[in-house]
């Protein structure tokens, strides 16, 4: 294996968050990297236009820009599968890696795996979405098998607005929903500024707190066959393998 490994990441073009959160999680990692590709994303909304804006075609043009990087595994860094539908995400990644050659993976399957390699059935949810948005999202994981005890939401359309709300803001929805005693709580948005103060909570209840920054990082490197444990001061999942069938195993006949 080699020493290097290069993680590209899909980046929402309003999204001011992930690359510094990124790049602090993989600092102490030599040879680890992550490389970004945007396409744009100002509004996250249940409309025809703002779903709009997650079509295939700009997604797979970034995916192919950073194939130029050759990155060992693509992950698109967002979570609208959580309101379109994990098939969807399903879809993207075959599409991804069919363009590219590259083993690929989105946020929103990554914490469906989370949730899986935890042994999670009943999580608590805490966003910056509309209600619409957050709904949906509930409604989509409910339909995989995962149970909301608790949510908590701000109503933002967003996106560049995500990354403003400090991380006192975020550390409170995240006590809040803890209150139910949920298996995890998933800290659901790549914009959302939950990474450092998800660990502390996660220690202080004894809850998994799945930030979605952190938990795209951890399927991407897995999937890249990269251990993770060394990362584990950012969240008790660092420690865990894929599960036996991940959400991005292909299926076969």
């Not at 990644?93 to 935890?118: K, N």
């Not at 659901?188 to 202080?204: K, L, M």
Request: net charge negative.
């Amino acid at each position: 294996m080699s020493s290097t490994c290069r993680i590209g990441l899909l980046t929402p073009s309003s999204n001011t968050i992930m690359e510094p959160r990124v790049s602090q999680i993989l600092a102490d990692t030599p040879g680890t990297t992550a490389h970004f590709a945007r396409f744009r994303v100002v509004k996250i909304a249940m409309s025809d236009e703002a779903l709009g804006q997650f079509s295939f075609v700009p997604q797979l043009e970034a995916a192919e820009h950073l194939v130029d990087a050759k990155c060992d595994v693509i992950a698109w860094g967002g979570t609208s599968g959580g309101w379109l539908g994990a098939d969807n995400d399903a879809a993207l990644v075959r599409a991804i890696t069919e363009r590219t050659g590259v083993p690929a993976t989105t946020s929103t399957l990554a914490t469906l795996d989370a949730f899986r390699a935890l042994g999670v059935s009943r999580y608590a949810l805490a966003t910056p979405y509309l209600d619409e948005v957050q709904e949906a999202i509930v409604r989509n994981f409910a339909a995989l098998g995962f149970t909301c005890a608790a949510e908590r939401h701000l109503g933002d359309p967003g996106n560049f607005s995500f990354a403003t709300y400090p991380e006192e803001r975020i550390a409170g929805l995240i006590q809040e929903v803890a209150t139910a005693k949920p298996e995890a709580i998933a800290v659901y948005c790549t914009n959302f500024d939950g990474p450092r103060v998800a660990p502390g909570i996660e220690r202080d209840t004894g809850i998994a707190v799945l930030d979605s920054i952190a938990v795209t990082l951890w399927h991407a490197l897995r999937l890249a066959g990269r251990d993770t444990a060394a990362l584990a001061d950012w969240g008790r999942i660092f420690r865990c393998a894929l599960p036996e069938r991940s959400a991005t195993t292909p299926v076969t006949a």
